[in-house]
């Protein structure tokens, strides 16, 4: 097991920036497949963006394609997403989650698949 933080969220204006760190603990996160997930507040988690394990593929929520770019530093034992042009509906906690055993990637968008998770970091955007 793999202990994640997140940290880098914020409140920020519509048409903002942010950028998410998530690093880890405990174990290298270089035989991870890596995540974000976000919950906005009443709604269920729903998938971001994930990045296979040396960063040969990426896979991005339709809402946050082009916007959004997820990417990790394997030697740092980090993953980070720069989040830009915000929008008041990117509002949620944004969670990071990794996964040992991921190697079918029709499974990359479903929570249930990942078996660590970091606690959380609320991005907040007014408009």
């Known amino acids: 097991q793999v202990h994640l933080v997140e940290s880098g969220g914020g409140l920020v204006q519509a048409g903002g920036s942010l950028r998410l760190s998530c690093t880890a603990s405990?174990?290298?996160?270089?035989?991870?497949?890596m995540a974000w997930f976000r919950q906005a507040a009443g709604q269920e988690r729903e998938f971001v963006a994930a990045?296979?394990?040396?960063?040969?593929?990426?896979y991005y929520a339709a809402s946050v394609k082009g916007r959004f770019t997820i990417s990790r530093d394997n030697a740092k034992n980090t993953v980070y997403l720069e989040m830009n042009t915000l929008r008041p509906e990117d509002t949620a906690v944004y969670y990071c989650?990794?996964?040992?055993?991921?190697?079918?990637?029709?499974?990359?968008?479903?929570?249930?698949?990942?078996?660590?998770w970091g606690q959380g970091t609320q991005v907040t955007v007014s408009s």
């Open positions: 989650a990794a996964d040992p055993r991921m190697y079918n990637n029709n499974y990359v968008t479903l929570t249930m698949r990942y078996d660590d």
């Open positions: 405990g174990r290298t996160i270089r035989s991870y497949v």
């Open positions: 990045i296979s394990r040396t960063s040969v593929s990426t």
